[in-house]
Nanobody, 125 residues
Framework: QVQLVESGGGLVQPGGSLRLSCVASGSTLDYYVIGWFRQAPGKEREGVSCIKSSDGTTYYLNSLKDRFTVSKDNAKNTVYLQMNSLKPEDTAVYYC??????????????????WGQGTQVTVSS
């Protein structure tokens, strides 16, 4: 069973950048789809980006695709989310999640069954 641990969150000023990491253990990510999700207080969890480990196919929430980039390092069993030009509305807890590729349907939280603990991202001056 895959376990996921996120890191890289923190406090950043508007316009700044952060890179989140999602390190997997217990299994290789080769057969999984990894997703990044975020949840702000009082809001539903939304899919930010997903990446298929098998072929690198990516998905982005349309409003974020110009500022966020997802990538993977197979050797480190790690998926990254590079976030640039951050805005206060990007403030949220960011989670990475995994689902076996055979069970993947969409970059939406209900499709994912393995979750990390989350990392807080706060964008504020």
């Amino acid at each position: 069973q895959v376990q996921l641990v996120e890191s890289g969150g923190g406090l950043v000023q508007p316009g700044g950048s952060l890179r989140l990491s999602c390190v997997a253990s217990g299994s290789t990510l080769d057969y999984y789809v990894i997703g990044w999700f975020r949840q702000a207080p009082g809001k539903e969890r939304e899919g930010v980006s997903c990446i298929k480990s098998s072929d690198g196919t990516t998905y982005y929430l349309n409003s974020l695709k110009d500022r966020f980039t997802v990538s993977k390092d197979n050797a480190k069993n790690t998926v990254y989310l590079q976030m640039n030009s951050l805005k206060p509305e990007d403030t949220a807890v960011y989670y990475c999640a995994a689902v076996h590729a055979d069970l993947y349907g969409a970059c939406s939280a209900p499709w994912f069954d393995i979750w990390g603990q989350g990392t807080q991202v706060t964008v504020s001056s």
